[in-house]
């Protein structure tokens, strides 16, 4: 069973500080995409990494998909309290097309 | 353009009553999904309809869980009867394909069984 850890599950910061936040497996996975989810909605999708080593960057958010295609970080600079809610990732199985989400990152930003 | 609409957003229950949920995704998307999201989890699928035939179900619990998509447009999901873990929020997600496009996310149905 293919699983997506995230890491750390909860984080506070204040604003104007830097983070990451991590997933990993043990699986290879095709694709990995990270959503943002604020309460009483659904996740929202910010990016989709396919090739090993691939980072892009949407404004102050930094993506990077590992080189082996099993792990992924997000890198928010400077955070706003905007950026607060729950960060999921979710991978694609390889030579599939079952999504699988990991448990997220719930991130707090104070001002 | 208009986005998934779900419907009701909240319902409350007893146990081993039943209950539906509705789901419109966004116009021309093929593929519909359903999602379990239980509290401080991530979303876990429970099927996945390509047009309106069954792509994934592995993840439904059969034994009381149903789902149709009869004609290719609006998907219902059914509990019956309905246990006390099941009290989660049920994500309605489309997309254009099942290639992995983005999916557009509904603002969920938050179901408690008491």
């Known amino acids: 069973t293919q699983l997506l850890e995230q890491s750390p599950q909860f984080l506070s910061i204040q604003e104007g500080e830097n983070l990451t936040v991590y997933c990993n497996s043990s699986s290879v996975f095709s694709s990995l995409q990270w959503y943002r989810q604020e309460p009483g909605e659904g996740p929202v999708l910010l990016v989709t990494?396919?090739?090993?080593?691939e980072v892009k960057k949407l404004k102050r958010l930094t993506f990077q998909f590992g080189d082996a295609r099993k792990d992924s970080s997000l890198h928010i600079t400077a955070a706003q309290p905007g950026d607060t809610g729950l960060y999921l990732c979710?991978?694609?199985?390889?030579?599939?097309?079952?999504?699988?989400f990991g448990a997220g990152t719930r991130l707090f930003v104070k001002a | 353009e208009a986005g998934v609409a779900q419907s009701p957003r909240y319902k409350i229950i007893e146990k081993r009553q039943s209950v539906a949920f509705w789901c419109n995704p966004i116009s021309g998307h093929a593929t519909l999904y359903w999602y379990q999201q239980i509290l401080g989890q991530g979303p876990k699928l429970l099927i996945q309809f390509q047009n309106n035939g069954v792509v994934d179900d592995s993840q439904l619990p059969k034994d009381r869980f149903s789902a149709e998509r009869l004609k290719g447009v609006d998907s219902t999901l059914k509990i019956q009867p309905a246990k006390l873990e099941d009290s989660a929020v049920y994500l309605c997600a489309s997309s254009l394909g099942d290639l992995f496009n983005e999916q557009f996310f509904g603002p969920g149905t938050r179901l408690t069984v008491l």
């Open positions: 990494v396919v090739t090993g080593g």
């Open positions: 979710a991978g694609r199985n390889t030579g599939g097309f079952k999504t699988i």
